[in-house]
């Protein structure tokens, strides 16, 4: 089913579990490699097996969390507190290529599963370890509590309202996408020079260097940024979102001044774009409290259809707001639905791998998410 894509010959073992780990571990199953996942079976497994919605069943150990990282595996049960299942992952680890690992700083060498421990059986060994805060702290590091202290929680929401955190766990997505530069770039030093790696990624890190231009708002201009919505601080109108005629909501993104004049000519908003308070983007910024109101009511009067043609007849950046089945109902959406195999029948899972190459490299369909113990 893999055999002719990339990492068809890689052999992968995952020490991870919630998302970001995993999400790395299903990145290279989708690329064909083998990819074996470790769970405690006094545990129950990785905890995202149990994190449900109140409409699933509860007397399963499968999870839509779970699948959502966890396709292409298979799911080896070992107590590595116990010699013997300890010394089943050493077998496993001299043939490996990688260890992808998610423990506190300490937690490994406390088990005999750290890198060194492993490189002991085999020097080349690539070893993929994503903490919470640093090797130099060992705090528990989850989603939430990273978006927090990163400053991405304090950023988000409405001007006058609360912190936010953001719906999904993105400081594990990025995380997991460092990870995987990292372990690609030692998977091509070991081509050049024979020798293994320690590549460490933490949440924290992978975080605030995802602050990008909200952070040299403060480190270049001095300013620390505020919330302020879905707006942007450096340009408007850009992040606003205006209910249309038939009450469906709507997010421009304008760039540049000429991106304004021309939605104000869609808006029969044309004497806008000419005025001092409005005409360059500093002046939209400065003034932007008083735009808004204007742009609405102007929203207001056109169908979401007809914006968005003459929006995208004019090169105007604009985009629905989507809910989830309507995502999945784009070309795009639907591009991103991985098929797995599970018992000879096809499930819907999502992609980790977004890039595309020439047919083979990516494997088309992968087994579905294993169940406890499922090889």
């Known amino acids: 089913m893999q055999s002719t894509a990339i990492f068809s010959d890689l052999k992968v073992i995952e020490l991870a579990s919630v998302l970001a780990g995993p999400s790395v571990g299903q990145f290279f199953a989708e690329l064909g490699a083998e990819v074996i996942k470790v769970e405690n079976p006094e545990t129950g497994g990785d905890v995202t097996r149990s994190w449900k ?30 010699r013997e299942d300890l010394e089943r992952l050493y077998n496993l680890a001299k043939t490996a290529d990688i260890v992808i690992a998610s423990y506190k700083p300490g937690d490994a060498e406390k088990l005999g599963v750290s890198y060194a421990d492993l490189t002991a059986l085999k020097a080349d060994l690539i070893y993929g370890h994503i903490t919470g805060f640093g090797l130099d702290e060992d705090r528990v590091g989850y989603d939430a509590i990273v978006q927090a202290e990163s400053g991405f929680v304090f950023l988000n929401g409405e001007r006058d309202g609360k912190p936010q955190k953001m719906p999904v766990a993105l400081t594990d997505v990025l995380a997991g996408h460092h990870l995987k530069e990292g372990l690609l770039l030692a998977l091509i030093k070991r081509m050049r020079t024979g020798e293994g790696s320690y590549v460490t990624v933490s949440l924290i890190e992978a975080a605030i260097s995802s602050l990008v231009n909200q952070a040299t708002n403060w480190l270049v201009a001095g300013e620390v940024p505020q919330r302020l919505g879905s707006e942007h601080p450096n340009i408007a109108p850009y992040g606003n979102i205006f209910k249309t005629a038939d009450d469906q909501w709507l997010m421009i993104a304008v760039g540049s001044d000429k991106q304004f004049k021309a939605l104000c000519h869609i808006l029969d908003l044309n004497e806008l774009s000419q005025k001092p308070e409005f005409n360059t983007n500093a002046a939209r910024v400065k003034n932007r409290e008083m735009l808004k109101p204007l742009l609405a009511a102007a929203f207001r009067a056109h169908d979401i259809d007809r914006l968005c043609q003459a929006f995208l007849a004019a090169d105007i950046p604009y985009g629905r707001v989507n809910t989830m089945d309507q995502v999945f109902a784009t070309p795009q959406g639907k591009a991103m639905v991985l098929q797995t195999l599970r018992d000879g029948l096809v499930q819907n899972g999502l992609r980790q791998v977004a890039f595309r190459m020439e047919e083979g490299v990516v494997a088309g369909v992968v087994k579905a998410a294993p169940r406890l113990g499922e090889g």
């Open 53 to 82: 919605l109140a409409s699933e069943p509860a007397d399963s150990d499968m999870s839509a969390y779970f699948m959502s990282v966890n396709a292409g595996k298979a799911s080896v049960l070992l107590n590595l507190k116990r």
